[in-house]
């Protein structure tokens, strides 16, 4: 087994076309071992099929014409045996020695068998001479007469050399054919290959490349995935670079401001009238600094998360709903929140859907006139709001990360609410109506 796959490893090693070769002269070795023999052995039987014909045609004239061929173009010799005086009497072979000669070491036995069981005819063949001969005895219709017909082998070995070369032939020039075939077929796998492997080195090199493949079979269908695949990245890395710039702009601010009221602070200045004011605002945008990190931070994770292949649960979410509105009561006195759920099990992790829900929710309270209502059904929640629509122009983009509203903070809660929805297959979706804004989470079919 080791030595198998450490044939198979270096195998693997090997290119294409060397793959290809190697193959291809193992076939060249199966055909010659085991299609060869299998070819002389129907050549073979072709052949004495033949033979045996030969020898009833030319006994045909001699049973129904009684004429004895002295000789013919490839010589069949004919001997006459009578039972009823035990003798050869005719034969067209000139010596009398070597018709008994052929008796004893060739057709003996069959004769005395076909004169033993009264059979019609007999074929075989046998080694005399250190020659092979076909042989034929046949009765002579309504007499006590057999006609011994034999045929030397010359002429068969002629026959079977000449067919075995021409199949060997035909075989060897379709292998030929095939070869040059597969080689051109490899070839052509290989091109694209190799359009795809620096298509994959200029993806890695952070080069502009183009990948251009007019197949539909499975090499079209990875080179799209590929061209699909650096269509994303090329996305990923602009968001990427877009959140960069923004999270180094949003955390500029309050990091000059710390540094800038702390100095003052040192030097006995206080910007804002007095000690503990002034130290209110350093505090004020450290929570803010914060709150920015905490909120990059969950939404890195929740990347992490989703490319993790967790087993997803379900919970009642209707539980988390009721606890969330109990706060905002607390917290939002002058808010009216309506609630109309019914008793349902969300898939998904119940500290990831308190997240999201509070987004939507203090999300919600600073734009809501007076009223928040919740509405929970199967695979369903809505958490309305009766505050201002949103801008046509920015709802495509809501759920992106740093597009901000109005009265946004930091531009990422609602992007976390996007992935923490699709992490667990739902969807989110924000629907303006005449009077309000609705953030609505369904189950994606």
């Not at 994303?232 to 601010?253: F, G, P, V």
């Not at 667990?424 to 979706?429: A, E, K, L, N, R």
């Amino acid at each position: 087994m080791e030595k198998i796959k450490s044939k198979l490893s270096f195998f693997k090693k090997l290119s294409l076309v060397q793959q290809l070769i190697v193959v291809l002269c193992f076939v060249g070795l199966l055909l010659v071992a085991v299609l060869m023999p299998i070819v002389d052995y129907n050549v073979t039987s072709i052949v004495d099929k033949q033979m045996y014909e030969r020898l009833t045609i030319s006994q045909y004239s001699i049973i129904y014409n009684n004429i004895m061929p002295y000789k013919q173009e490839k010589e069949v010799y004919h001997i006459i045996y009578d039972t009823s005086n035990n003798s050869f009497v005719q034969s067209n072979i000139g010596s009398v020695q070597v018709v008994y000669d052929l008796y004893s070491y060739l057709f003996k036995d069959d004769l005395a068998k076909i004169v033993n069981t009264d059979q019609e005819v007999l074929k075989n063949k046998g080694e005399y001479d250190e020659s092979t001969y076909y042989y034929m005895i046949t009765k002579i219709n309504n007499t006590s007469k057999y006609l011994i017909s034999l045929v030397d082998s010359e002429y068969s070995v002629s026959l079977i050399t000449s067919l075995r070369n021409q199949i060997i032939y035909i075989q060897y020039g379709f292998f030929i054919i095939f070869a040059l075939v597969m080689i051109l077929w490899v070839l052509t796998l290989i091109n694209p290959l190799k359009k795809i492997k620096n298509y994959i080195d200029n993806i890695k090199d952070r080069k502009d490349s183009d990948l251009i493949m007019n197949r539909e079979d499975e090499i079209g269908i990875v080179s799209k995935a590929l061209v699909e695949m650096k269509e994303d990245l090329d996305k990923q890395e602009s968001i990427k670079e877009e959140m960069i710039h923004n999270i180094s702009h949003d955390l500029k601010t309050p990091i000059a401001l710390i540094q800038t009221y702390a100095q003052s602070i040192k030097d006995d200045v206080y910007p804002y009238g007095d000690k503990d004011s002034s130290i209110d605002i350093i505090l004020e945008n450290a929570d803010r600094l914060e709150h920015k990190v905490k909120s990059f931070l969950y939404l890195n994770r929740l990347d992490y998360l989703q490319g993790e292949d967790n087993e997803i649960g379900s919970f009642a979410i209707q539980d988390l709903i009721e606890k969330i509105v109990l706060q905002m009561d607390f917290m939002k006195p002058d808010l009216h929140l309506e609630t109309e759920l019914e008793d349902v099990q969300f898939d998904g992790d119940e500290e990831h859907w308190r997240v999201a829900i509070e987004n939507i929710i203090e999300n919600a309270s600073r734009y809501a006139k007076s009223v928040i209502k919740i509405t929970l059904k199967e695979d369903y929640l809505e958490i309305y709001n009766d505050g201002e629509n949103i801008d046509e122009t920015t709802l495509p983009y809501l759920f992106d990360p740093y597009v901000k509203g109005v009265k946004g903070q930091f531009g990422l809660g609602l992007s976390i609410v996007s992935k923490i929805s699709s992490m667990f297959q739902y969807s989110v979706t924000a629907k303006n109506h005449d009077v309000g804004v609705s953030f609505i989470f369904q189950k994606k079919k």
